[in-house]
């Protein structure tokens, strides 16, 4: 209904589950004023992290089209209520960089193009260190201004005349979840933003240099194949130890000398610009503590279901000693001593009695263990048997 009154735009046809979410919606628009120019609308219900009410929100989302940057594509239009919003931008024919690793079709459903790519390439390093570099200007810019990304993934970059363009940094303020969520939500170090960028940028490092996604929270067996400066920047950021001890800063990572060495031209024909007015800054900081400490109430339930089913929690941990204790003691080991004893002896009567000639089974040895007796009933364990059942339980 928005875009109706619109004059300008025109919605041409859907290109339907070309995303991973699903509740968004993509459309094929174009503008009347360039007709030959194509453009992407993306629609989206408010997620669980949407904090603002209607008025702040249309503040956010006019201050975001407003903003420029080289990494970071502009936007033709956007729009917002109190169920969800929309936003236009250009659409690149060469798609994302996961449709560059993968040689997808742009316009082809999520599931079609990445459920089993057969010809996934991984980037040159030379590539890797610059889009990498690029992709960390943009988020220092980004958290510099107030206004941290957090739904970083190989999805959400272009690439166009070698320089990376990243999309949808309205997610934050729409509310939405991150794409590797389910991933740093088992990481309690990973509690502010700025980490999770960061966490989310070391997996889009592992996806252009292997040439397909990290199915896991963490890597601590990379490829020896891989670079030794560039082994240094993931262990930083993917390795168990550094999701356990606290993940890098962005200024930190662009220091390092794998991008520091990058042929990154600084001199940029597009100025960053990005202001907004004192009350929607406030607004978005309240709206990211909410974003932060939900996260936080989130990996703590997390972190308890992992620790109360894990084989490695301390209380398996004890009752494993508990039973190492019960089965070394001084008085376990006489005991299994003496039905050792008593075993011995049992099977030295049963050959005293076929020596005899009586069938075992009609056995009247007061130690006997069979369970057959004469009246065809079953006798009952032992009382030895029965303590160390229920010592052991």
């Excluded at 989310?200 to 996806?207: D, N, P, S």
Aim: glycine share 6%.
């Amino acid at each position: 209904m928005a875009l109706r009154s619109e004059a300008n735009y025109e919605v041409v046809k859907p290109i339907p589950e070309i995303g991973w979410r699903l509740r968004k919606h993509y459309f094929l628009v174009k503008n009347r004023v360039n007709p030959q120019d194509e453009l992407l609308l993306a629609w989206v219900e408010h997620g669980p992290d949407k904090y603002m009410d209607e008025k702040e929100l249309q503040a956010s989302f006019k201050t975001i089209g407003s903003l420029r940057h080289p990494y970071i594509q502009s936007i033709e239009f956007l729009s917002c209520n109190e169920v969800g919003g929309f936003v236009t931008r250009g659409l690149n024919n060469a798609g994302s960089l996961r449709d560059l690793i993968c040689s997808a079709k742009p316009k082809l459903q999520f599931m079609k193009k990445y459920t089993n790519p057969k010809q996934c390439k991984p980037l040159p390093v030379s590539d890797v260190a610059l889009f990498g570099h690029q992709i960390l200007e943009a988020l220092m810019f980004l958290h510099e201004k107030g206004l941290p990304f957090g739904h970083l993934h190989s999805g959400n970059i272009v690439i166009e005349n070698h320089k990376v363009k990243l999309l949808d940094i309205e997610n934050g303020v729409l509310g939405l979840p991150s794409y590797y969520r389910p991933y740093f939500v088992q990481h309690r170090k990973i509690q502010t933003l700025e980490a999770v960028d960061v966490y989310c940028f070391g997996h889009v490092l592992f996806e252009m240099i292997f040439g397909h996604p990290l199915h896991e929270s963490v890597c601590d067996n990379l490829s020896p194949n891989c670079p030794s400066l560039l082994r240094s920047v993931l262990e930083s950021i993917l390795s168990s130890e550094a999701c356990k001890k606290g993940l890098p800063t962005i200024g930190a990572l662009l220091s390092h000398p794998f991008f520091n060495n990058s042929s990154c031209d600084s001199s940029h024909s597009e100025r960053p610009h990005f202001k907004y007015s004192t009350h929607t800054k406030e607004a978005l900081r309240v709206a990211w503590q909410k974003t932060e400490s939900r996260l936080k109430e989130e990996q703590k339930i997390v972190c308890i279901v992992i620790y109360k089913y894990s084989p490695h929690c301390v209380r398996h941990q004890k009752r494993l000693v508990k039973v190492q204790v019960l089965l070394s003691s001084e008085e376990e080991v006489k005991k299994r001593k003496q039905k050792l004893k008593q075993e011995q002896l049992h099977k030295q009567q049963q050959q005293q009695v076929v020596a005899n000639g009586k069938s075992p089974e009609r056995s009247e040895s007061p130690n006997s263990t069979s369970t057959a007796t004469s009246a065809g009933t079953v006798t009952p364990p032992t009382g030895e048997y029965y303590k160390i059942v229920l010592t052991c339980r």
